[in-house]
């Protein structure tokens, strides 16, 4: 069996391609923004029983307004989100909530001071 020339061209053609590096291949540009800067502090969570502390440090130079976030496990146990603590540049703050039994999750809110 016989291929056509444009048959055996295309066939060629996409194995050039196949073969190429990863580097060679063209990629699409993407704009980068040159005012974003590093933000958020990081935030490390204990559950123990039916308590919660978290421990939040800010390396960055602006303030985070940091609040913690316990949802209970019961249906009756009321769920808490805690004031918001503002978090400055090399700062740490330890934030702590709680439920009435088992705790189901736990997480951290940021927001921009």
Do not use: I
């Amino acid at each position: 069996m016989r291929l056509s020339r444009s048959l055996a061209s295309v066939t060629v053609a996409v194995a050039l391609v196949l073969s190429l590096p990863y580097e060679a291949v063209p990629h699409a540009r993407v704009k980068r923004s040159v005012s974003v800067q590093p933000f958020g502090a990081e935030c490390r969570t204990r559950v123990t029983g039916s308590h919660v502390t978290a421990y939040c440090h800010n390396p960055y130079p602006q303030t985070d307004g940091v609040t913690l976030h316990v949802e209970c496990d019961k249906w009756w146990d009321l769920d808490t989100d805690g004031t918001r603590v503002d978090t400055g540049p090399a700062m740490t703050v330890r934030l702590t909530g709680r439920c009435w039994e088992d705790v189901r999750s736990v997480w951290v809110s940021h927001q921009r001071r």
